[in-house]
């Protein structure tokens, strides 16, 4: 830059020369008029160095974008065209250029049209006529030097000048056996995500299960018990009666049967069967209703939907829960007795169950552990409230504990896959699921079912 600034210097002080000779043939008014133009010639002179340095500058800015450009161009694997609005190409890169076997020269220049296959070139015009401002597409060959390439998926996409108005179009395609094989990638990769998925499911339903075994033998084996205690006695009871009758069909005396009857206590016996034989049967029935609650675990699309008794349902996932996890804390229960939702009795009972556990899980460790449930109606709704006043769940966290695979437990404690599982089935349901803390600190999940009235 220094010869040319000296260059300059040395031009401006020839003018200033050639200006101060004729001033001496001037008179003094003329030398102040003179000097005021030497003044602005400096200003536009200086002006003009300022101009020119930042035009330097933005020269060497543009020079750079371009190069930019032109190495993401080049970078692109996909074969790139521009062309006019006559279809004569402008630019192409370089995939383009080993794609067709030709220099760039012979390229620029030529119809885009001209360089299809034969059989293409109808369909090639109706392309690259398209007057939409949407990106169009068709399937095409090239005649390169090697012969018809392969198909291509070809997207045609309208370029514009800076004033908005159409100034050709870009071209880019990619080989469809490459998307081809691109997409059957995919689409195994969600198949084994599908099976995945479908595999953990299950794999979860089993881990309820199991957490439910503890609660169901417990719950069994007490009318079991209840009812086996009562067989012996009854079994007991037959072998006197048998033998008091024994004796009275022998024709023994009137002194010796009354003699066995106070012996064998036949009195209290027969006082004692009728209770015997109701309690008996509540064991019976009590076995038959957890059985009927075990059939209801069933996650089948075709069981047809019904009124559920939501007071019944919570107090069943009461029971289990707390048998499975032998839980120490006071669970509290406010329900509705005539609330009705509609839905699957069993699928409301998982859900509940894995609610309830839940809340157990996160109140172990307080001072004073405490698990609410409320029901009750709310329009159109049933509602069920499940809350623990346990650590809580941070608000950075409450909008993915229903996401698969996502738990705070420890690990080996959970999969993750229980909220998001009931997340589900309630959605079927036509319900919503939700998580917030009430102000007495904790988590609360509210549950929202379709309100049965019948």
């Given at each position: ?356 556990d839940n809340a157990l899980d996160a109140v172990r460790d307080a001072p004073a552990p405490l698990v609410e449930i409320v029901t009750h109606a709310e329009g159109s709704s049933a509602v069920v409230e499940v809350i623990d006043n346990g650590k809580g769940v941070p608000d950075a966290l409450r909008s993915r504990v229903f996401e698969p695979f996502f738990t705070t437990k420890t690990v080996g404690e959970g999969t993750g896959l ?37």
């Amino acid at each position: 830059m220094t010869k040319p600034e000296t260059t300059r210097d040395g031009a401006r002080g020839d003018l200033i020369a050639r200006v101060a000779g004729a001033d001496i043939a001037l008179s003094e008014g003329s030398e102040q008029v003179w000097l005021e133009v030497i003044r602005k010639m400096d200003e536009v002179y200086a002006d003009l160095i300022v101009y020119e340095s930042d035009l330097e500058k933005k020269n060497g800015e543009l020079e750079e974008a371009q190069t930019f450009i032109q190495s993401v161009i080049a970078s692109v694997s996909d074969v790139l065209v521009v062309c006019d609005e006559s279809g004569a190409i402008l630019q192409i890169n370089p995939a383009f250029r080993e794609l067709m076997g030709h220099d760039e020269q012979e390229l620029v220049g030529s119809s885009l049209i001209d360089l299809f296959v034969a059989e293409d070139r109808a369909e090639a015009k109706t392309l690259c006529a398209a007057a939409t401002r949407e990106t169009t597409s068709g399937e095409l060959r090239f005649r390169t030097s090697d012969g018809p390439s392969d198909l291509m998926a070809i997207n045609r996409s309208p370029l514009f000048d800076a004033a908005g108005r159409r100034a050709g179009a870009v071209f880019t395609g990619r080989p469809i056996g490459e998307l081809r094989r691109a997409y059957e990638a995919l689409h195994l990769a969600h198949v084994e995500l599908k099976q995945a998925q479908s595999r953990l499911i299950e794999q979860e339903k089993m881990a309820s299960l199991g957490r439910l075994v503890a609660g169901v033998a417990h719950e069994l084996n007490n009318p079991i018990s209840f009812v086996y205690g009562n067989i012996h006695t009854l079994d007991r009871y037959r072998k006197a009666l048998a033998r008091y009758l024994a004796a009275i069909h022998s024709g023994v005396a009137v002194k010796e049967r009354e003699k066995l009857r106070r012996a064998e206590d036949i009195d209290a016996v027969i006082a004692d069967l009728e209770p015997l034989i109701e309690g008996t049967l509540e064991g019976a029935v009590r076995i038959s209703d957890i059985v009927k609650n075990l059939r209801r675990l069933s996650f089948g699309a075709k069981t047809p939907r019904e009124p559920v008794a939501l007071a019944k349902v919570v107090e069943t996932a009461t029971q289990w829960a707390a048998r499975s996890k032998k839980a120490k804390a006071r669970i509290v229960t406010r329900l509705e007795p005539d609330l009705l939702a509609c839905g699957h009795s069993g699928q409301i009972h998982s859900v509940l169950v894995n609610l309830i556990d839940n809340a157990l899980d996160a109140v172990r460790d307080a001072p004073a552990p405490l698990v609410e449930i409320v029901t009750h109606a709310e329009g159109s709704s049933a509602v069920v409230e499940v809350i623990d006043n346990g650590k809580g769940v941070p608000d950075a966290l409450r909008s993915r504990v229903f996401e698969p695979f996502f738990t705070t437990k420890t690990v080996g404690e959970g999969t993750g896959l229980g909220l998001w599982i009931s997340y589900s089935i309630v959605h079927e349901h036509g319900g919503s699921i939700e998580i917030d803390a009430p102000p007495s600190g904790g988590a609360r999940f509210t549950l929202r079912l379709p309100r049965a009235t019948d």
